[in-house]
């Protein structure tokens, strides 16, 4: 038990093992907030749609040489966004197709960049690291932190002033609209803020984990709980507690730290699916 302490410790004096620890509860924090109206609305495919499609941006910017990756990676994941949002929508178009499409064209051509242009000596191991996050948590700058902060904060008080709208636009959207609400603008705002979470996940889960962090908080909440308010508040404290112990066990294992917070989630997820059926029995 001292020597678990002692490795805690350790890495909690470093300031990198800090950022870690911040970045990834905001983060997660950012993503069970509006992971819940995902999974209401059926958009959980968006979020893995477009963690493919940043890790193609990112290796677009990777081979041409941008030093500050998220100024394409972010606009393009945005833009995604929005496009899927639309197709969606649109009754003559497939979304799931344009999902299968987007993703696996993402990922193939962002791959065929890195080899063919061959801008590390690791390329397996940057994609690996990409891809599912990397196996350090010592790779996150102050920039990441403040970023983090900033967009918490963007998230929060989004989320906070219009929440009603938020609320009517995830039960109801033809009522919404026709009530008044503008809800193709907060849905492409909500649309676009998720592109914003997991442009800036990317560092700690990797992309192809980081929609797991969006969705399993949500569904684990929803096993107990029914009001929407009552979800929200829980799949946040859930997210939040998740991440917290996946980076502290990643600290102690020495195991990546994205695959480790997932797989506490689905233990989690695991614990409320139990609970939600022995409840439902007593009733």
Not at 13 to 23: C, E, F, K, N, Q
Not at 35 to 60: E, Q
Not at 268 to 275: E, H, L, M
Request: glycine residues 6%; hydrophobic residues 55%.
């Amino acid at each position: 038990m001292t020597n678990i302490f002692e490795t805690i410790g350790h890495y909690l004096s470093l300031p990198m093992g800090r950022y870690a620890l911040i970045v990834g509860v905001l983060i997660a924090l950012c993503a069970s907030l509006l992971g819940v109206t995902l999974v209401l609305k059926r958009f959980s495919f968006i979020g893995d749609g477009l963690s493919h499609t940043a890790f193609g941006a990112l290796a677009v910017a990777t081979v041409t040489g941008i030093t500050n990756n998220i100024v394409l990676v972010l606009p393009l994941t945005i833009l995604s966004a929005i496009i899927l949002l639309k197709t969606s929508q649109n009754k003559k178009i497939n979304g799931d197709a344009l999902i299968a499409i987007l993703s696996v064209s993402a990922l193939a051509i962002g791959y065929l960049l890195l080899n063919v242009f061959n801008v590390s000596s690791n390329v397996s191991g940057d994609v690996c690291s990409t891809l599912f996050g990397s196996y350090s948590i010592l790779t996150l700058s102050l920039s990441d932190v403040w970023i983090s902060i900033v967009l918490s904060i963007c998230v929060i008080a989004f989320f906070t002033l219009f929440y009603n709208k938020i609320f009517a636009v995830t039960f109801d959207e033809n009522f919404a609209k026709a009530s008044g609400t503008k809800t193709e603008w907060y849905n492409i705002m909500i649309a676009t803020i998720i592109a914003v979470v997991i442009v800036i996940a990317m560092n700690l889960v990797g992309s192809l984990l980081v929609s797991a962090l969006i969705i399993f908080p949500a569904l684990s909440a929803m096993r107990v709980y029914k009001s929407f308010l009552s979800v929200t508040i829980c799949s946040a404290v859930i997210s939040v507690v998740c991440t917290f112990i996946g980076i502290l066990s990643s600290m102690l294992l020495s195991t990546p730290v994205g695959a480790t917070i997932i797989v506490v989630d689905i233990i989690c997820f695991a614990a409320f699916y139990i609970v939600g059926l022995a409840l439902r029995r007593e009733k």
